[in-house]
Each structure stands twice: as C-alpha cells, then as structure tokens.
C-alpha cells in the first residue's frame, strides 16, 4: 500500500533551521511528483513547493524561494524539506503529498490521494 510518513519540524525562533522528512512506501518517491503543502487554522491547505519526478523544484510561494530547498534521499526513499531563515508566517502545518503514478505535480491539494500525516512548524518571533 502506497502512504507517506512525515517526521522532523518542531519549533523554532526566526531566523532558525527546521528539516521535514516525507519517507515514501510501496512505490519511489524520487521517480514521481512529491509536494508540499501547508496549512494554518481555519484555511485551506497551500500549496508550498512541488518535485517533479526529474528532479525539477517548483516554488509556488514566492517567498520561501530563497530559503526552502527539497532533496531526494534515494537510499531512505525520502524527500526531505529543508527550511531556512525561517519567518513567523511560516508556522504552519506542513504535509507532504504524492502522486506516485505521475512526474508531474498537480497544484491543487484535491488531486493527491496519497498523504503524509501532517507535521507542525512553528517559529517564534
């Protein structure tokens, strides 16, 4: 069976680095899509960061262009999130998400059945 398995994040003051690791199964994570998405209280989730099945990083927020970056660890079949300089308005939680039979990422959290469990990140002014 096909699912995601989040760990990592936790909390931190601005400025600070947190790591959110998305561990795949029953297929390979770096071969298809894999998205991050986010969510706070009261909205719906948004859509952070997308990895295509080669490789390509896209930004869908402009501004954590500079300060998240996504790497595929072939050896665990994981996809790692890595936040940097991070700000307060990034506190959220954060999901992973899947399309295992497809490259290419979706933007909408509607089209991924395959979800991780949700990891909070929280940083503190």
């Known amino acids: 069976q096909e699912r995601l398995v989040q760990s990592g994040g936790g909390s931190v003051q601005a400025g600070g680095s947190l790591s959110v690791s998305c561990a795949a199964h029953?297929?390979?994570?770096?071969?298809?899509?894999m998205a991050w998405f986010r969510q706070v209280p009261g909205n719906q989730p948004e859509a952070v960061v997308f990895r295509s099945g080669d490789g390509k990083t896209t930004y869908a927020v402009d501004s954590v262009k500079d300060r998240f970056t996504i790497a595929a660890d072939r050896a665990k079949n994981t996809i790692n999130l890595q936040m940097n300089s991070l700000k307060p308005e990034d506190t959220a939680l954060y999901y992973c998400?899947?399309?295992?039979?497809?490259?290419?990422?979706?933007?909408?959290?509607?089209?991924?059945?395959?979800r991780g469990q949700g990891t909070q990140v929280t940083v503190s002014s």
């Open positions: 998400a899947a399309q295992s039979w497809s490259w290419v990422c979706p933007p909408d959290w509607s089209r991924y059945s395959i």
């Open positions: 029953g297929y390979t994570a770096s071969d298809s899509c």
